[in-house]
């Protein structure tokens, strides 16, 4: 970015966010036909776009169009037609059951917008991640500032350009710029942000938000696993345990994406299998020549690529790369990349690798996978392919993570009926389908009241009666209550 | 006990969170019989020593009795009844449902506790604030810390003795001390923390979780409004103003209505209501009256005759109005017309002074909650017109909203409590409370079998055809992809 463009981009940003107050106090955005028209101009925008998206796609990250449609495209497009057959349910206020003390009155909670939320988005999924808080934003009724990331320049470009020609401008803004914008932005005060990134920034997103309690949504990472256990003995279970790995390691974005398999824990004594096998498909899938690697992205820019190339630079860690190891400085491309029991206090296994090298763990026994999850901060999801129901439990109660996905990766991020986030240094909160709404949202409770009846003991002055009184209609005990009242109950 | 430098010297905060994150590790509070096991002890704990907690909280806040028993007491205990009845409820997997993508597989929600959490309350319901949030953070199956507000020691006290004799001190503490012992719990990286207070130390609170992406709940206040129309049954309505108002800890409660609003030509009824009621319940001499609480000490005590004694305010006082330094009692005050900026109308009063500000029409009074540009943690309207009620709901944004009444929400645990934008964010009571300590962790299942050739490499058309149908949900479009797939192929 020119620094002139951006220091215009900085001038014009206080002007946006009175805007976009201006427009909510207006209550525009509240009205469910706004929502529902933005929603379906959204739908409008993809699909209209669709190549132009395919193309920033292919020139940020080098996604092919099948990986662009299914983790980008598809996503957005199935997010904004859910929510949109949702909404009327979603905005509808949610009943509560109140005691027969309260009688007569009625309890409700009514979700209401926040007003003007700030998102931040991520370079690896540049339009999923862009245009799904999005979604939620707007179905929730909010006005909405967006800041793409600046690494994934063709896409940022896209979207500030293309976003205007479809959306309501004055509720909805989209500003490029660099580092020094998203920080001119968080000093400004937000109704919400919702970051999506690494924990570093996000420290820094969440210390700014401290200054105004601006309530936060943070989408990070971690070192996400997966467990290997004896399923890999049977053949046909084996071949489908290595596809969804590699598709769950090579296939988001060559592994540069927070849902992605970090690395992976198995038995000793099946190791060799499951290396076998994911080599396999690996050179299915993508190929096994450097120079004609097809179906797979690339990484997304040199300091990326420098960071990945250093992994392997520990000579301990380069001994234990078993496949590939082959990098494209020019081009950008690591090949797919599997190590066999790197030292386990290298930084390949203690930071979020987020690129295509594959540790691969092995333990005396599978149980032990629990521990070793456990001596690290809580992963964004933990994988496990195993059809052994205690194993199953254990991992379930014993670990802890954003989500947990038995036999397969990747896929729990299109179910619209599971909140999707983190927990720990994996971050907090949550969204997709209606958690979306939720996390954009305020649930404000309404109690409605009659004036009568009447109970006296509320008000003072005291008495030991009033006493009794309010001790039984707290416990809710209303025979006690009768009893009291009828003079059968000494106060 | 030990001394203010013995205690500074002994308190060790990384060595505190490090026990209970060993017992935490250690799996003790993740069991349903430790957690029944947690809130029963503290049901006992209540119910024999209910006297002491009522004298700690005389000698903290001089607290009715009826108040600290209900208000403070009785709620903590309702609480702990309603998770022992519903937690094993509340700890079962919630199902989610699957769509034709991810066929076949089965999804659920299983909530797990967050781990090591801190809890810091307040000094105006310090008992309540203390514990109410300790209940939940129980059921949710954590450890916890409480640190209890130093404001109010008696109960701070009362409270770390009794939480060593009844619970499990392995894994729930009580940590007593000021701002260096606040400020060093606030160093270690907590789970969660819920802060109970002021808008000042929250964004401490805040900033301090932020270094270890700590997620927060903030229990704040604000001004919060009532909106008095005519035409009402002004006697209950008068009654539930000063229940809310006085009758809460002498308007030193989050909730407490902050001011009025109410049209021009009602006010004189409204006032001379509120005049009588006030005698009724709190006879002649007020200053007198053991149904009050005083004002918690000497510092707040300034704070609040600064906002009577501004140039423009002292003059618009018309009932009220006395003081007893000595005994730190504030007589409940009326204010009429003050000025919008003045102090007691941009402060939050959090005592006994209650300013009524007059509009035209009772219509006019969302603008001027609007106007203020916070949202509080309550607003309260008393009407019969159910138009008016619409527009209230509405157009007033506030953590909860009360029509026909003040403050009574607090005790309903079917309705989520906390505050938006200044007032706060997140919320407890009820279930809410146990959702708050937990992580709803996703968790889906799929087997072996319906692999879907059509996600892995090499990509072609076919497979793009394919996908974007069953994205689409669209059987007929799958059909017409799979036929046109294996066209394209021969």
Known sequence: MLPLQTSKTIASMEESIAELRETFRTGTTKSVSWRKKQLRALLDLVNENEDSIFHALDQDLGKSRVESYRDEIGIIKKSASYSLSCLDKWMAPKKGDLPLLFFPAKAEVMPEPLGVVLIFSSWNFPITVALDPLIGAISAGNTVLLKPSELAPACMSFLTQTIPRYLDNKAIKVIGGGADVGKRLLELKWDKIFFTGSPRVGRLVLTAAAKYLTPVTLELGGKCPAIVDNTLSNPSKAKVTAKRIVGGKWGPCTGQACIAIDYVLVEEKLASTLIETVKKYIKIFYGDNLKELKSISRIVNQQQFQRLVNLLKDPHVAASVVYGGSVDEEKLVIEPTILLDPPLDSEIMNEEIFGPLLPIITLKNIEESIEFINSKPNPLVIYAFTENETFKKRILSETSSGSVTFNDSMVQFICESLPFGGVGQSGFGRYHGKYSFDTFSHEKSVLHRAFYPELEPRYPPWTNFKLAFLRLAYALDYFGLILLMSGFRKS | ?490
């Open chain 2, 1 to 490: 006990m030990a001394s203010e430098g013995e205690k500074k010297a002994v308190f060790d905060a990384e060595s505190v969170v490090k026990e209970l994150r060993d017992s935490f590790a250690a799996g003790t509070t993740k069991s349903y019989k430790w957690r029944s096991s947690q809130l029963n002890a503290m049901l006992k704990m209540m119910e024999e020593n209910e006297p002491l907690i009522v004298a700690a909280l005389r000698d903290d806040l001089s607290k009715p009795e009826l108040e600290s028993s209900i208000y403070e007491i009785a709620m903590v205990k309702s609480s702990c009844r309603m998770a022992l009845k519903k937690m094993k409820q509340w700890m079962m997997p919630e199902k989610a449902k699957t769509s034709l993508i991810t066929f076949p597989s089965s999804a659920e929600i299983v909530p797990e506790p967050l781990g090591v959490v801190l809890v810091i309350s307040a000094w105006n319901y310090p008992f309540l604030l203390s514990l109410d949030p300790v209940v939940g953070a129980i059921a949710a199956g954590n450890a916890v810390v409480l640190k209890p507000s130093e404001i109010s020691p008696a109960t701070s006290s009362l409270l770390a003795r009794l939480a060593a004799d009844y619970l499990d001190h392995s894994c729930i503490k009580v940590i007593e001390g000021a701002v260096p012992e606040t400020a060093a719990l606030l160093e270690q990286k907590w789970d969660k923390i819920l802060y109970t207070g002021n808008g000042r130390i929250a964004r401490t609170v805040m900033a301090a979780a932020a270094k270890h992406l700590t997620p927060v709940v903030l229990e704040l206040g604000g001004k919060c409004p009532v909106i008095v129309d005519s035409d009402i049954n002004l006697q209950v309505a008068t009654r539930r103003i000063i229940a809310g108002k006085w009758g809460c800890n002498n308007g030193q409660a989050c909730v407490s209505p902050d001011y009025i609003i109410t049209p021009k030509n009602y006010a004189q009824k409204l006032i001379d209501s509120l005049k009588c009621e006030l005698e009724r319940f709190y006879g002649k001499n007020p200053l007198e009256s053991k149904d009050l609480s005083r004002i918690v000490n000497s510092s707040h005590f300034a704070r609040l005759s600064k906002l009577l004694d501004e140039d423009k305010v002292s003059s618009k006082i018309i009932h009220g109005g006395e003081r007893d330094k000595a005994n730190l009692k504030i007589a409940p005050t009326i204010l009429l017309d003050v000025p919008q900026d003045s102090l007691i109308m941009t402060e939050e009063i959090f005592g006994p002074l209650l300013p009524i500000i007059l509009v035209d029409k009772v219509e006019d009074s969302f603008d001027v909650i609007n106007s203020s540009g916070t949202r509080p943690l309550a607003a309260y309207l008393f009407t019969n017109d159910k138009k008016l009620k619409k527009k209230f709901i509405a157009t007033v944004s506030a953590g909860g909203l009360v029509v026909n009444d003040t403050t009574v929400h607090l005790a309903e645990p079917a309705l989520p409590f906390g505050g938006v934008g200044d007032s706060g964010t997140g919320a407890y009571h009820g279930k809410f409370s146990f959702d708050t300590f937990s992580h709803k962790k996703a968790v889906l299942c799929r087997g072996f079998a319906g692999d879907a050739f059509v996600r892995y490499p090499p990509y072609s058309r076919g497979k793009i055809r394919l996908l974007k149908a069953l994205f689409d949900g669209n059987f007929l479009g799958i059909i017409r992809a799979l036929v046109g797939w294996s066209n394209s192929k021969s």
